[in-house]
């Protein structure tokens, strides 16, 4: 386990305070959305297993899992967990055959404190158009709602959206990599409202894979 002090979270933060004054989201407007791929983390002691799930919008299935299985060697530290599981998420993604047309990441992306969260990080490194998608909001005030979407507003800037579907929880959408805020309702559409399958199932594929270790 990486020992952690003031100064290393000082050079984290200094990190994606670098990270997010570059050009990361110009904009990604696909005519379609036909595959998507879900990668989450679970852990069990210092055991982690990512799972990256390959989605077929289309055909509603999953195409292909590829899991990968390595130690937990940082701790959570709320606004600095990608160096915590963006290597993990790397490595499992980098592990399919096939290529995902849109990585959809369980963390933040500009929806966070210093505007570079996890999903930053992953897409930036693997060069993929990539959303964020958290289960709870980090930081920002939810304005109103507008056809299950109400923008995430930070320093008076929209950073993301609530999304809150017919049936389901909310969830918390915002750029990772390419996709800019703009983008977002339309790419929530062509991909649905309800919160990603091809997240749930990573998630459960991970959360069985790490018990199994």
């Known amino acids: 386990m990486v020992k952690v002090d003031s100064s290393f979270t000082q050079f984290l933060e200094r990190l994606q305070q670098v990270i997010a004054r570059l050009d990361l989201f110009p904009g990604w407007r696909p005519r379609k959305v036909r595959t998507l791929c879900g990668v989450d983390v679970s852990y069990q002691d210092r055991k982690a297993v990512a799972a990256a799930v390959l989605w077929s919008v289309e055909e509603g299935k999953i195409v292909e899992i590829s899991q990968y299985r390595g130690e937990v060697s940082f701790p959570y530290i709320p606004g600095y967990l990608f160096f915590r599981e963006a290597p993990l998420m ?13 990585l959809l990441v369980d963390g933040h ?15 930036l490194l693997l060069g993929r158009p990539t959303l964020g998608m958290a289960k709870s909001l980090l930081v920002g005030r939810i304005g109103p709602q507008k056809n299950s979407l109400a923008p995430i507003s ?26 800019s805020v703009p983008d977002l309702p339309r790419i929530t559409r062509m ?9 749930k199932e990573a998630h459960r594929i991970s959360k069985v894979a790490v018990k199994s270790s």
Do not use: D, M
């Open 109 to 123: 992306g500009l929806a966070h404190p210093r505007g570079a969260g996890l999903a930053v990080f992953v897409g």
């Open 154 to 179: 930070l320093k008076g800037k929209t950073v993301g959206f609530q999304v809150s579907p017919a049936i389901g929880r909310n969830y918390y959408v915002s750029p990772g990599y390419l996709v």
């Open 191 to 199: 991909i649905g409202s309800s919160y990603p399958e091809a997240l």
């Open 90 to 102: 790397i490595a499992a993604v980098k592990q399919l055959r096939l290529e995902p047309q849109l």
